[in-house]
């Protein structure tokens, strides 16, 4: 079974100028997250979506920030205009709603690494 | 303050040595609390997870939490090269499914 996927990898563009991820989820996830991580630190949540729904979005910085999540599968996240302190790896996760409606594990993309010069 | 809060290491110890990994967090309200591990350049993955107090064991791995102190510990028994990556704690509470991340602490288990 694929994992999560993210594109690109690796971004680099200068400050001021748009960029966007993009991220497919694990067939079947119906909660999707986008988390910021920056060097040294542990993942941080912007926005969680449960199918098409943004149901936490209160870590987002709205001003530059935007996320969507369009049939409930796949989602894409932009910044615009980006800024230095922009400079992280964006992560995505997805998990399986269960009982009770928790899930207990988000399965992690390999991020993408954005540097902003 | 930070919610969960861990130390950076790096930790360095010999293979086939014990790892010993800790997190501290302030709230009461969490319930829930998981180990991930990251490699370099890859998205962490999880490697256990507790609910409440109490131990859980798998493998090499052995997970403690002690509410009554909110400290979570992770040990890696028998320790390997294939070890070496950062270690993340993660906390969550009894609603919803947000998670709140420790800092990692970066491990190298040297041959």
């Known amino acids: 079974e694929a994992g999560v996927v993210q594109s690109p990898r690796y971004k680099i563009i200068e400050k001021k100028q748009p960029v966007a991820f993009w991220c497919n989820p694990i067939s079947g996830h119906n909660t999707l997250y986008w988390y910021l991580q920056n060097l040294g630190q542990g993942p941080e949540l912007l926005i969680r979506?449960?199918?098409?729904?943004?149901?936490?979005d209160s870590q987002l910085p709205k001003d530059r920030f935007s996320a969507e999540r369009l049939k409930g599968v796949d989602s894409t996240l932009k910044i615009q205009p980006a800024e230095l302190g922009d400079s992280a790896v964006y992560l995505c996760?997805?998990?399986?709603?269960?009982?009770?409606?928790?899930?207990?594990?988000?399965?992690f993309g390999p991020g993408t690494r954005l540097t902003v010069l | 303050q930070k919610e969960v809060e861990q130390d950076p290491g790096p930790l360095s110890v010999p293979e086939g040595a014990i790892v010993s990994l800790n997190c501290t967090y302030s709230?009461?309200?969490?319930?829930?609390f998981m180990w991930y591990r990251q490699y370099s350049r890859k998205g962490p993955e999880l490697l256990m997870y507790?609910?409440?107090?109490g131990n859980k064991e798998d493998g090499r791995f052995t997970a403690q939490v002690d509410k009554s102190s909110k400290y979570i510990s992770l040990f890696i028994r028998d320790s390997q090269p294939s070890d070496s990556a950062t270690y993340l704690c993660?906390?969550?509470?009894?609603?919803?499914?947000?998670?709140?991340f420790g800092g990692g602490t970066r491990v190298l288990v040297k041959p």
């Open positions: 507790t609910y409440s107090s």
């Open positions: 979506y449960e199918n098409e729904e943004a149901v936490d």
């Open positions: 993660a906390v969550r509470k009894a609603a919803g499914n947000k998670l709140t």
């Open positions: 709230n009461s309200a969490f319930q829930y």
């Open positions: 996760a997805s998990s399986l709603k269960g009982r009770a409606g928790r899930s207990h594990e988000q399965f």
